[in-house]
Structures are given as C-alpha cells and as structure tokens.
C-alpha cells in the first residue's frame, strides 16, 4: 500500500478550523487506499524527507521551514493541497488591483511551481493561484471534503425551523469580517444575533435556525466552507463577493440538492486526488488564460560591445518561448551578424533582418510593427540594457490581467558601465530617475515607461505608429499621445531592468543633445496640458533655454 505523508501546521484534534477540518476528511477518505502518515509540519525534518519512501501531500505550511522545501523541491513527489494563498507574504489577495500581487509580495514561487500538482478549491482560488504565479501545474478540485458524519449532521438539521431573522458568526479572526456583518446589520436597521464560538455540532445547529446568515469575509475565501453549510441548511446568505464557491455553478443550489451535489463534487474530487497520487493525468477545471505572445522590438547600430550580452540576457528571460525577437541591423559595419545568426540557428523565434540602409530607431520600430510583429504585447530590447530573469513574465501577467491598462513599467537600475547584468552590478541601488513615481499624466513631464515598457500592440491601430518626426523623443511623443488618448499605464512596483546610461548611446551622447531638447521642448510645450500648471510652471524655463540652446 502506498504511503502519503500528509504535512500541515496542525490538525482537527488541535484547531477546529474548515482547514483543518477539510483535511481532517480527505485523510479520512484517503486511507481507504492509501496508508496515511500525519506529520505536522514544525515537527519535518530534511532528515526524515530524505528517509521517506512515500507521496507528500503539503497542506497548510506556515512552520514548514525552508531546507524542507528546499529538499521537497528535489525531490518533487510531492503536491500542495493550497489553503490561505500561501503564495502571497499577506495571504490576502484582496488587498490588491484584481487580486493581483505586486512582485515583491509573492513568495514560495519554486515551492509551487516544483510541486507536481497545486490542488485549488475552487475556480476563483485557482485561477487567482494562477494570474500571480503563472505556473501551469494547478488544477481545480472545485469542492472541500467533509466526513461523512458531518454531511449526515447537516442532512438531519436542514429542515429545522428557522427562529434567527438575521444572524452572523462570532469570532475573533479579523479575515471573517465580523465588523463589517455588524457593520451592515447598523446601516440597514437589522437586528443581528450572533452565533457563539461552539463546537461544529452545536454550530450547525445554531446556524440551521438563521434565516438570513450575513457573512462579509475580508480576505478571498479559497472556497468558504461555512458558506456551503448554511445554503444546505436552507439560510439565504448576504455577503460581498469573496467567496470562492460563488463561481461554482453548483451554489446557486440550496437544501437536499445541494447536499446531493456536494456528495457526487467530492467523489469526483477525490478521484482526481487519487489520480495525482497514482501518477495520471487530470483535468485543470478552470480556465487558464495562456500568456499572450509578446514581440520584443530591438536594433543596433555598431552594436559588437553589446550584442552578444543581450542575446544571452534576452533568451534567459523565464517566457522567451512566449515570444518573438525581432532584430533589425541597421546596416552596421560590425561583426554582430555572426553572432545574431549562431543565436538564430538555436532559438527559431528570433527573426533577423539586415536593412541596406542606416535606418533611424523610429523607422525601425515602425517596421517592426507595421510589418514583422505577430505579438499581442510588444516591448523594446536596448542592446545595451539588461533585464531580469522574470521582467517579461512579470510584465505580461500585469497586462494580461488588468484588461483597462494599456500600458506596463516598472523601476530599473541605472549603471555606467557597460555589459554588467541585473544579479551582478554596480548601480548600488541607483534608479532611473524617470520611472521612479507612479503614473499620473502630470508625472508624464519626465518620461515615466523608461527603457522597460510594455504595451498592447492594438493601440497602434488607433493611434498610429512612432512619429518619424522625432528620432530622440519618438518615445516620449508616442506615451503622451496615449495618455492624450486616455490610454491607462500602470506602474509595477518592482525593479526588473539594468538600464545603461552609455555616454555614446543615440539620446545620452553629448552631440546628440541640441536635437534631442529641441525635441524635448517641442513636445513639453505641444502638451502643456497634460502636465498640468505646477509642472508647467517648474520646467518651462528649462524647456525654453533648451529651444535657445538648440538654436545657437
């Protein structure tokens, strides 16, 4: 008989959690077929993981120490059966836009991505699971276990009478919203009872009397048990929206078809936790939004110094199987085509393209766009810039599931020395300058997306290409005409780049500065609209002495 080693910080003998006791079922139903070994997670040792000849199943791991998941990750027999979105340094999605974290909040990414199979409780938690760590190991079990004495107990109590017009759940736990339910209860005029704190028995009791159960939770409830429990015992429920449940069709049902449901959901449920554990395949059950693919846009001019650096830093980048690089060589007379070709031959999404003529960044990216991109997404590759491992993977997650922005940066490093990468560099902490504040048309005086934007390819469609007009500020011209647009960007708060300030590049070197503020000033004066009066105010002089300046 196999073993399951199933880990958890505690279990139904020591906290009368629907963690705990969700757990404490799917053991239960487990053993008829496995031989179940319960181990609490503080109490693991690498020592006796090593030891183990068997399957782990990881629920909650809070005390789970780090050389266990460090060990557990080589081994990779083992999966996460996910409760509180341990995936995420609060374990609350909601404090978020779109239940989606910022990068520096998500935590445990190799521990579950390295897992065999994320077992999720519902479509809401998987697919939240899925938009934050982009993993494609995640399946649905749409349902939480209960024992068979429990489902038996709510069978007998569904048709009490009910007595409690309004009623909510005491406890102490801030996530379960007590305040809000009392909250609501005062601006609607509702006399609330409340449930005590009382052993399960005598909670399904009490809550089999309450004819309106007002349950308002302050996190993304993974499934919400209690939510169930009280549709099968016929209470209509007033919440918000933070139940994962809710998206499972069966909720809409209540009482004995309800129950009935639940009973054949946990059968189904149970088959595929066997399945995982005996090494089939499953079904995801839910819906996977596949990363769209992204168009990175780059060209050189006398590019050898760089060329080689940011082919290797580009083709590490996590989803640069998710993308095309298209390359255009701007007629230089250097050697890069040699070493862009050795590329070509081993990564088949790189599409190379030497021009007969010295082409201008703006017609290059134009080309790129108007010709050559079959992206969703488009960004722009400097040869002199560096990014990291994630930057794409982080960025794209960002537009994928923030459908009203049109436009993702973040902050970058800034270096002056040349060829450094993003793990081993000398800007000690030095920023961008530009890209620092979050986005607002006003901060749009400096140019906010810097040397790492990302953004949907479709706005061209709209709003035209990069004006030929401006070869130093063809990027500035092109951001505030989508901010003109009311096109929407969104800072992520996260450095993700190395940006090179080259005291040779096209809009760094000396000699390219009378053009470049001429430019600049042409732009700042065409938009003083967007900067508003205090920015108008501070930087006119400087954009006037630059006319000046140009001119002399």
Request: with cysteine.
């Amino acid at each position: 008989m196999k073993v399951i080693y199933f880990i958890s910080d505690f279990f139904a003998d020591e906290i009368n959690g629907g963690a705990e006791k969700c757990n404490e079922a799917l053991i239960e139903k487990l053993s008829e077929d496995f031989q179940i070994s319960k181990i609490k997670s503080s109490e693991l040792t690498t020592e006796k993981i090593e030891n183990f000849n068997g399957f782990f199943i990881i629920a909650n791991f809070f005390q789970l120490s780090e050389e266990c998941k460090s060990v557990l990750i080589e081994k990779k027999e083992y999966v996460i059966y996910e409760h509180d979105h341990k995936y995420i340094s609060t374990n609350n999605p909601i404090k978020f836009r779109n239940f989606l974290a910022p990068q520096s909040y998500i935590i445990n990414k190799d521990f579950f991505r390295s897992a065999k199979y994320v077992m999720c409780q519902s479509k809401k938690h998987a697919e939240t699971v899925y938009k934050n760590l982009l993993i494609d190991n995640i399946v649905n079990l749409g349902v939480n276990f209960w024992k068979d004495s429990d489902l038996d107990l709510l069978s007998a109590k569904m048709k009490n009478q009910k007595e409690v017009k309004y009623s909510a759940m005491y406890t102490q736990n801030p996530n379960k919203g007590l305040n809000k339910a009392v909250a609501y209860a005062k601006q609607n005029n509702l006399d609330l009872d409340m449930i005590p704190n009382l052993p399960y028995e005598n909670f399904i009791e009490h809550l089999s009397k309450v004819d309106n159960f007002v349950f308002f939770p302050q996190w993304l409830e993974s499934y919400s048990r209690v939510a169930v429990e009280a549709r099968v015992l016929n209470c209509k429920i007033i919440t918000n929206n933070l139940l994962g449940v809710a998206q499972e069709g069966y909720f809409k049902l209540k009482g004995a078809d309800l129950l009935s449901t639940i009973k054949k959901e946990m059968k189904k449920a149970l088959s595929v936790v066997k399945s995982i554990i005996n090494e089939e395949k499953v079904q995801r059950n839910f819906n996977r939004q596949p990363i769209p693919k992204i168009t990175i846009s780059s060209t050189f001019y006398e590019g050898d110094e760089f060329i080689k650096g940011f082919l290797d830093d580009i083709t590490s980048q996590t989803i640069f199987d998710k993308c095309e690089l298209i390359i255009l060589n701007a007629n230089s007379p250097g050697k890069e085509e040699s070493i862009i070709l050795d590329y070509c031959e081993k990564y088949k999404n790189i599409i190379y393209k030497k021009l007969d003529y010295r082409a201008t960044t703006t017609e290059a990216i134009n080309m790129v766009i108007d010709e050559l991109a079959t992206g969703e997404f488009i960004t722009i590759g400097n040869i002199d810039d560096r990014r990291r491992k994630d930057c794409l993977e982080v960025q794209a997650k960002h537009l994928m599931f923030n459908q009203d922005v049109d436009l993702v940066y973040s902050d970058s490093f800034q270096t002056e020395v040349g060829n450094e990468t993003y793990e081993s560099n000398s800007a000690n902490g030095n920023l961008y300058e530009h890209s620092k504040l979050q986005f607002s048309p006003e901060n749009m005086i400096k140019c906010q997306p810097g040397p790492l934007p990302m953004w949907r390819i479709a706005i061209h469609r709209d709003l035209g290409l990069f004006d030929k007009e401006y070869e130093f500020a063809n990027d500035w011209d092109m951001w505030l005409r989508m901010v003109d647009a009311g096109k929407k960007f969104l800072k992520i708060n996260d450095v993700l780049g190395l940006y090179y300030f080259n005291p040779k590049g096209r809009s760094t070197s000396p000699e390219s500065f009378k053009e470049k503020i001429k430019e600049e000033s042409k732009l700042f004066f065409k938009y003083e609209h967007i900067f508003g009066e205090r920015n108008c105010n501070l930087y006119r002089q400087h954009f006037l002495q630059g006319v000046e300046q140009s001119e002399e």
